[in-house]
Antibody
Framework: QVQLKESGPGLVQPSQTLSLTCTVS????????VSWVRQPPGKGLEWMGA???????DYNSALKSRLSISRDTSKSQVFLKMNSLQTEDTAIYFC????????WGQGVMVTVSS | DIVMTQGVLPNPVPSGESASITCRSS???????????LNWFLQRPGQSPQLLTY???TRASGVSDRFSGSGSGTYFTLKISRVRAEDAGVYYC?????????FGGGTKLELK
């Protein structure tokens, strides 16, 4: 069955770089896009960016200067890297499939703090 | 960016009643292929969002027919018939018509 699972550090220091991995199963990255979405504690959802089946990417312009999304299709993994983290980047980070966001990972909580 | 604005529900909603959640977009979500690129999600406490409908009115696999999406190019409604305890949570609309894809602020549904 379709599954997505996020992994990465729970704590990142301010100004440092966040690296997250989304490992997928039950579908191919060469046939489906994957997006990253984040949710600050107690707040709403923000789309961060996506990597398409062909490997191209699109980013939220508000984050574009700090964000990079890539993938390793042989490992069924999608990567998120975001630099210059600040406390307002504290959030749950989700990966999700396709333009309809039909499957989601359980999310990973990332806290930005010294 | 397209701004998505959601309405507020008169909570709590009595179990068995209907509830309608509204969402307005600052720009038409109808694409040149004729589809309306509007998704609805339910996020229960402590869980990931769950897709309810896409293309404004197409129910996702396994979603109860008590959920129905409708609307025009800029005004949308998610109707929940015969509300049940498991429907409680926060509902989000989202446009995927153009980048950046944006979500509404969420509408909380509480049950009586």
């Amino acid at each position: 069955q379709v599954q997505l699972k996020e992994s990465g550090p729970g704590l990142v220091q301010p100004s440092q770089t966040l690296s997250l991995t989304c490992t997928v199963s039950g579908f191919s990255l060469t046939s489906n896009s994957v997006s990253w979405v984040r949710q600050p504690p107690g707040k709403g959802l923000e789309w961060m960016g996506a990597i398409w089946s062909g490997g191209s990417t699109d980013y939220n312009s508000a984050l574009k200067s700090r964000l990079s999304i890539s993938r390793d299709t042989s490992k069924s993994q999608v990567f998120l890297k975001m630099n210059s983290l600040q406390t307002e980047d504290t959030a749950i980070y989700f990966c999700t499939r396709g333009r309809s966001f039909d499957y989601w990972g359980q999310g990973v909580m990332v806290t930005v703090s010294s | 960016d397209i701004v998505m604005t959601q309405g507020v529900l008169p909570n709590p909603v009595p179990s068995g009643e209907s509830a309608s959640i509204t969402c307005r977009s600052s720009k038409s979500l109808v694409y040149k292929d004729g589809k309306t690129y509007l998704n609805w999600f339910l996020q229960r406490p402590g869980q990931s969002p769950q897709l309810l409908t896409y293309w404004m009115s197409t129910r996702a696999s396994g979603v109860s027919d008590r959920f129905s999406g409708s609307g025009s190019g800029t005004y949308f409604t998610l109707k929940i018939s015969r509300v049940r305890a498991e429907d409680a949570g926060v509902y989000y609309c989202q446009q995927v018509r153009e980048y950046p894809w944006t979500f509404g602020g969420g509408t909380k549904l509480e049950l009586k």
